[in-house]
């Protein structure tokens, strides 16, 4: 089945501790996201992957780093989690050709940061 | 990328067509119409895209207007299933890896 998986699903984690969301697609997509969504502030792209080793900021790329050293993982890293990162992540991946299809999303990751 | 407007909410009766309209004044001849949706707290789905041509897949029909500046998306028979957020996304097609999503429409499909 044609999907994007995200790890973990939950996460609770403490200030300053280094977390890694990992994503990964079996759709062999160029294309990968990471978006964050907040109550009131709606969907925003933090970072975005053309194809490996070539990534480009979202809007909201603050305190996030990413590294696409394979086609098919996107991994999230935060370095020093603050609560302001208290948020519901989804991992995205899409096709470069022209008709393509948009973005398939991941079942997303919820994390607290306290 | 073009902004776009929708409306903020929409009721809809189940069974009937569900309108949704999608404003995108400032869009350029680069630039597909994409609508996504968001059940709750699911991650967004893809519905439909288009050019300038109208579209139609299993899921809805895209109508797009001849001066590319607004378009509207219907859902042909709304079920409670179709209750979800629904987002109007231009994209142009030299950056497709940015995809900025707006505030969408909340659709509400009642019994």
């Known amino acids: 089945e044609a999907q994007v998986t995200q790890n973990p699903r939950y996460l609770i984690t403490v200030t300053g501790k280094k977390l890694t969301v990992t994503c990964s697609q079996n759709m062999n997509h160029e294309y990968m996201s990471w978006y964050r969504q907040d109550p009131g502030l709606g969907l925003r792209q933090i970072y975005y992957s053309m194809n490996v080793e070539v990534t480009d900021k979202g809007d909201v790329p603050e305190g996030y780093k990413v590294s696409r050293k394979e086609k098919r993982n996107f991994p999230l890293i935060l370095e020093s989690p603050s609560p302001n990162q208290t948020s519901l992540y989804f991992c995205a991946s899409s096709s470069s050709t022209q008709d393509n299809y948009g973005y398939t999303f991941g079942s997303g990751t919820r994390l607290t940061v306290v | 990328d073009a902004k776009t407007t929708q409306p903020t909410s929409m009721d809809c009766a189940e069974g009937r067509a569900a309108n949704l309209p999608c404003n995108h004044s400032?869009?350029?001849?680069?630039?597909?119409v994409y609508w996504y949706r968001q059940i709750h707290s699911q991650g967004p789905q893809y519905i439909i895209h288009?050019?300038?041509n109208n579209e139609t897949n299993e899921m809805a029909s895209l109508i797009i207007t001849e001066d590319r500046k607004s378009s509207t998306l219907i859902l042909p028979h709304a079920t409670l299933r179709d209750t979800a957020v629904y987002y109007c996304i231009v994209r142009a097609a030299d950056s497709w890896g940015k995809l900025q999503f707006g505030a969408g429409t909340q659709v509400v499909v009642t019994p």
């Open positions: 400032t869009i350029s001849g680069n630039e597909y």
């Open positions: 288009g050019l300038k």
